[in-house]
């Protein structure tokens, strides 16, 4: 089994990197990624030892991937500028030549030299304001989806992929839903066996969280490290809720993904933790309390972004019933493995989260 990974050494690809080539040792696992993300160096060491094939690359400039013009099994595109708060002051240029005219240069190679394209999407596909009117109930520690809704696609179990997308959803949001667009397209005309997934918020050890993308590992980190941290927008009272995927959860449906071989034009697939692994920032602090031993000081900021939403949970039927997979680990879990690694990576990490 030959994998090319774009983005490779950003925390999902290098741990897909790394599980693959342990899988299938004699397969030819080669990343590329041009080490925008801090941390990202950091992995170049254990794809050396694990003689994984490094890139120092851009997905913006086709150039880049002419040393690895031959056939790969599968693709997976995971390079993007990931936060959803990118463009808000600053310019997007850099947002939309790497996930909206990056993932064209992806598609163009894998046309030519790949079997499947699996590309990595994100819930922000879906339009801010109608996510801002689901009904919500405040209770004493989260927020919580009221039973009647007069949205399509919203539910006590999730958000379903019928969930609008037709209004403003952030430029990074954009920047994906456009780019789902050109995957379906290059799916029926060029027959690109190719698979959507629309992931809600993915966490574990191995992720360089900051504020604006991989928060939940980053509340995990500021407590070991004894950091402060801010609950921001909805008055402040971390009762905003997000599903979060365990990478070992996401990895187990990307393996079954991967030896499936039909129905491939492009099927879009909601995927996360769903209510099982579901969590707001306020319960997150009381598990951190617990797994750590420390308490921070923890301050509030009313006001909320625009790109801010109070609750997103993935309603997962629809993967969950293609791929006979379900996500395994609690929130919990996933607080116990990343101050596993915090504490086994201390020295190296510190500088990251501190
Ligand atoms: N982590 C999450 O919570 C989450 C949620 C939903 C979707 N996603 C999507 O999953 C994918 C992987 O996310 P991640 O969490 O691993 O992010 P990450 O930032 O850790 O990894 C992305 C990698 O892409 C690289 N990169 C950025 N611009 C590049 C360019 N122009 N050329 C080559 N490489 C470039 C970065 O250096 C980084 O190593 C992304 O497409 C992201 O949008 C992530």
Not at 11 to 30: C, D, Q, T, W, Y
Request: net charge positive; aromatic share 10%.
């Amino acid at each position: 089994m030959n994998i090319l990974i774009t983005g490779g050494a950003g925390f999902v690809g290098s741990s897909l990197a790394l599980h693959f080539k342990n899988k299938f040792p004699s397969g030819r696992i080669a990343v590329l990624d041009n080490l925008k993300r801090r941390g990202s160096e950091i992995n170049l060491q254990k794809f050396k030892e694990n003689s994984i094939e490094f890139i120092h690359g851009d997905i913006r400039n086709p150039s880049d991937f002419e040393p690895l013009k031959k056939a790969w099994d599968i693709f997976f595109e995971c390079s993007a500028e990931p936060s959803v708060l990118a463009g808000l002051n600053s310019s997007p240029k850099y947002l939309l030549e790497t996930n909206l005219v990056g993932t064209i240069n992806c598609l163009e190679f894998a046309k030519q030299y790949c079997g499947l394209f699996i590309f990595l999407s994100t819930s922000r596909v879906y339009s801010i304001s109608p996510l801002r009117e689901i009904n919500l109930v405040e209770k004493a520690t989260r927020f919580e989806v009221a039973p009647n809704q007069s949205i399509v696609g919203v539910s006590p179990s999730g958000i379903s992929e019928k969930f609008p997308t037709d209004l403003s959803r952030s430029l990074y949001g954009t920047s994906k839903l456009a780019s789902e667009y050109l995957v379906q397209e290059y799916a029926t005309t060029y027959g690109l066996k190719s698979l959507i997934n629309r992931c809600g918020v993915i966490a574990g050890p191995g992720q360089f969280g900051k504020v604006d993308q991989g928060v939940y590992t980053l509340w995990v980190a500021r407590h070991f490290f004894n950091q402060p941290l801010k609950y921001t927008g909805f008055g402040g009272t971390g009762k905003q809720v997000r599903d979060l995927i365990h990478i070992r959860d996401l990895i187990s449906l990307l393996e079954k993904q991967v030896q499936t071989q039909t129905g491939l034009e492009a099927p879009t697939f909601n995927v996360g933790g769903g209510n099982f692994c579901s969590t707001s920032l306020f319960e997150l602090t009381h598990l951190c309390q617990e797994v750590t031993g420390n308490r921070v000081e923890i301050t509030n900021e009313k006001e909320t972004t625009p790109v801010d939403i109070p609750w997103y949970v993935s309603d997962n039927e629809k993967v969950q019933k293609r791929f006979d997979w379900k996500p395994k680990h609690t929130v919990k879990d996933l607080v116990s493995d990343i101050k596993i690694w915090l504490s086994n990576n201390q020295t190296l990490l510190k500088s990251s989260f501190c």
